[in-house]
């Protein structure tokens, strides 16, 4: 395992993450995912019968108001255990976390997964894309990830 790639990871996919994060009065910083993706990056949200796919921009735009205008609050999402492999200038993460909040007064707490691609740029390492699937009826964590 080439470890200072694996920690130049590690970082994008803490700030990744954090990026969303309203919780304690903190205030997200959606527009950082520009900056950690190529400008093509796709994100997909696959927890339905069909995927989602959004552009950089069509993702952050609505999630920006939607963690800003009162509507999701004290939101945080977080890794709880990953997998890394690194060959040369690519690199792929399952990444398990956790979110929780309240969405419309309503709290909510749930885990799920996300496959993260990355390349390596002139400009550093960076997402390629990210895809995610919330655990639900059906569709439950591999035990293999919860014990990293």
Known sequence: ??????????????????????????????????????????????TDAAPVVYSLQQFIEPREKLLTDGALVDFEEAETSS????????AHRFSLYRKSGVLS?????TEGMKTMQFIYTPNGWRFCSVAWNDEKSGVTIPEKYRNR
């Open 1 to 46: 395992m080439d470890t200072a790639t694996n920690a130049i990871l590690d970082d994008l996919v803490a700030a990744f993450y954090t990026a969303f994060t309203n919780k304690d009065g903190m205030k997200p910083n959606v527009a950082i995912i520009y900056q950690l993706f190529i400008p093509e990056g796709m994100i997909i949200k696959n």
């Open 105 to 109: 007064g309503e709290r909510f707490e």
């Open 83 to 90: 997998v890394t492999e690194i060959f040369g200038n690519i």
